[in-house]
Structure formats: C-alpha cells, structure tokens
C-alpha cells in the first residue's frame, strides 16, 4: 500500500484547510487510518484516527473540536478536515494506514505500518 497525502499550503491563524491522502496498491476500507505531524525539530505526533469499522476515531487533546478525520473507502481515501487553526498547528502532515494496529497503539508511530510522504502546513499568525 502506497498512500500520498495533498493539501497542505499557508493559511492565516483561524483558517480551516483539509488534507486528503489517497492510497494505492490495495484496498483500505478494512484498514485504521491515521494523521501524524511533525514540527522542525520535534517528535513526530499523533494527531487523529480512525478505525475502518464501528465509526470509532481518536484525536490528540490539542486537536479535539477542531480537526475531523473522515475516510470515503469507495476512493480509497482518506480526509483531515482542519479548523481554527493555530501557528502551533504547523508542521508537516503525514497520513498512516495499518490493517492491524490496535486500538492502545493508534497513538504511537510506532504501531502503523504505512505511511505517506507528508504535506507541509503553515499557520501564520
């Protein structure tokens, strides 16, 4: 599975933007998805997932009420719809898939198998 995220871009503080990642060489549908993102110098942190079936999705505390993750399993993609957003928001956007990973381990980089190659964010103040 190869997934390729898009959407990324300069957006003043209070904005809204929306990344899509798209996968190829199989189906998700019965794949966890999942938003990472890194800042210069930081960590790469979990944003948001969500499971493939029983509409179960988990976000970071610094997100909640603000991002919604969504997926359309007929395209085979997957969605982070940003709101209000924040100069800390910034950072570069990676969308992650596994077949496998279970629900402790949605929040660790570590528990994901495939990830994209990433989108740059930019919130100005």
């Known amino acids: 599975v190869q997934l390729q995220a898009s959407g990324g871009g300069l957006v003043q503080a209070g904005g809204s933007l929306r990344l899509s990642c798209v996968a190829s060489g199989g189906p998700i549908n019965r794949y966890a998805v999942g938003w990472f993102r890194q800042a210069p110098g930081k960590e790469r942190d979990f944003v948001a997932a969500?499971?493939?079936?029983?509409?179960?999705?988990n976000y970071a505390e610094s997100v909640k009420g603000r991002f919604t993750i969504s997926r359309d399993n007929a395209k085979n993609m997957v969605y982070l719809q940003m709101s209000e957003l924040r100069p800390e928001d910034s950072a570069v956007y990676y969308c992650?898939?596994?077949?496998?990973?279970?629900?402790?381990?949605?929040?660790?980089?570590?528990?994901?198998?495939?990830w994209g190659q990433g989108t740059l964010v930019t919130v100005s103040s």
């Open positions: 969500a499971k493939f079936s029983g509409g179960y999705a």
């Open positions: 992650t898939a596994d077949p496998s990973v279970i629900t402790s381990n949605l929040a660790s980089r570590t528990g994901w198998r495939y």
